[in-house]
C-alpha cells in the first residue's frame, strides 16, 4: 500500500523540476491534518468530486444542436473528458496528474446554464455591481458556498487548485 509519504517521495523522483510536487503545497486557508494514505491535491480532488456543486454540473447542458443529433453534453460530462486530457498531458509533461485533475474537475463549476451567454446576461445584469465571471464565481463556490465541514465555510481547497481556478480563461472571459 502506497502511503502519502511514498506517494510524495515518488513525485519528486518522477515529476519535473518545474512541477508542483504535493509536499510542497503553500497549505489550505484553514490548515488540516495530513492524510495518511492520499496526498493534498488528491484530498482536493476527492472533495470536488463528492461537492454539490461538481453534482450539479450534469444537469447544466454544454453543447445541443437538435438538428445534427439527439445527443448532448453537460457541464459534467465536459468535466469528465477535461479531467482525463489534463492528466494525459500532465503525465506527458511530467506535471503533478492529481493537481491537473483537480483544476479540470473544477474548472466550471461556476459557470452558469446556457455556455458563455448565460455569463454575458448575468455580466451585463450585474455591471452596477462588478459584472459576473464564473471564474470568480467558481471561487465563491468553493472558499464559501459549499458547505460540508463543520469547521470553515467551503471545500477549504488547496492554494494551488484555488489558483487553476482563478487562471482558467479562455480567449473572451479574462479574470482581471
Known sequence: ??????????????????????????????????????????????????????????YKTQVFIPHETDHYRTRLTHTIEVAQISRTLARILRLNEDLSEAIALVHDVGHTPFRHSGEDVLNDLLKDFGGFNHNRQSLRIVDLLEQRYEDYPGLNLSYEVREGIAKHETKNHIVS
Open 1 to 58: 500500500m502506497n502511503s502519502r509519504e511514498t506517494i510524495e517521495q515518488l513525485e519528486k523522483k518522477v515529476l519535473a523540476p518545474y512541477a508542483c510536487c504535493s509536499a510542497d503545497s503553500r497549505g489550505r486557508v484553514y490548515p488540516i491534518v495530513q492524510h495518511p494514505l492520499r496526498t493534498a491535491f488528491q484530498r482536493d480532488r476527492d472533495r470536488i468530486i463528492h461537492s454539490t456543486a461538481f453534482r450539479r454540473m450534469e
